[in-house]
Every structure is written in structure tokens, then in C-alpha cells.
């Protein structure tokens, strides 16, 4: 499956923004999506986890409360809506998938295809 992660930008402390991820090439609905992301000088880091049905969500701490994880199977894409951004949220985000065969998980040495990324920018 090939992924595209679109709709980051530059945003001020508080915005909020999507991202979506538009999948092609497989069944979108046979794979775990996960968002991950890296600041500059870090290791990239868990963000979320949908499973294949939308039914399992999993948000890492920092995530929790400001952002939610979605997927249309229909559209074949996934979505990450962010609020109150902060500025340690500035980072490149990717989309990931994994088969569904397995359980959704947090660790992205897992993920066996992965978007492009698209930069969040969050000024104070």
C-alpha cells in the first residue's frame, strides 16, 4: 500500500489542523494506521493507532485529549485532527500501515509502509 500524508503547515500556539493520509495500491481496510512523528534531532515517536475497522484507537500521552484519529475505508484515508497546538508539537508527521493481521501497536520498527510526512510548524 502507498501512502501520501498531506495538510500540515505553519499554525500558531492553540490552532488546530488535520492531517490526512491517502492511501492507493491495496485494501486499505486490511491495514493497523498509525501517526508518528519527528522533531528535529529526535527519534521519531508514536502519536496514534487506528485499527483496520476503526473500532481500536490508541493515542499516546500526549496525545490524548487533543487529538483524535480517524479512517474512511470508503475514501481510503485516514486523518489525524490536532487542537490546541503547542509548539513541542513542531515536527514532521507520518502515516504508517500494517497488516491486520496483527494487533495495533505503538512501536514504528513495525510499520511496514510509511508516507512521505508532512511538517507541522507551531509558533509561539
Known amino acids: 500500500v502507498q501512502l501520501q500524508a498531506s495538510g500540515g503547515g505553519l499554525v500558531e500556539t492553540g490552532d488546530s489542523l488535520r492531517l490526512s493520509c491517502a492511501a492507493s495500491g491495496r485494501t486499505f481496510s486490511h491495514y493497523d494506521m498509525g501517526w508518528f512523528r519527528q522533531a528535529p534531532g529526535k527519534n521519531r515517536e508514536f502519536v496514534a493507532v487506528?485499527?483496520?475497522?476503526?473500532?481500536?484507537?490508541d493515542y499516546t500521552r500526549f496525545a490524548k485529549g487533543r487529538f483524535t484519529i480517524s479512517r474512511d475505508n470508503d475514501k481510503s484515508m485516514g486523518y489525524l485532527q490536532m487542537s490546541s497546538l503547542k509548539p513541542e508539537d513542531t515536527a514532521v508527521y507520518y502515516c504508517?500501515?500494517?497488516?491486520?493481521?496483527?494487533?495495533?501497536?505503538?512501536?514504528?520498527?513495525?510499520?511496514?509502509?510509511w508516507g512521505q510526512g508532512t511538517l507541522v510548524t507551531v509558533s509561539s
Open positions: 487506528i485499527n483496520y475497522g476503526g473500532g481500536i484507537v
Open positions: 504508517a500501515a500494517r497488516g491486520a493481521w496483527y494487533s495495533p501497536d505503538r512501536d514504528p520498527r513495525l510499520y511496514d509502509y
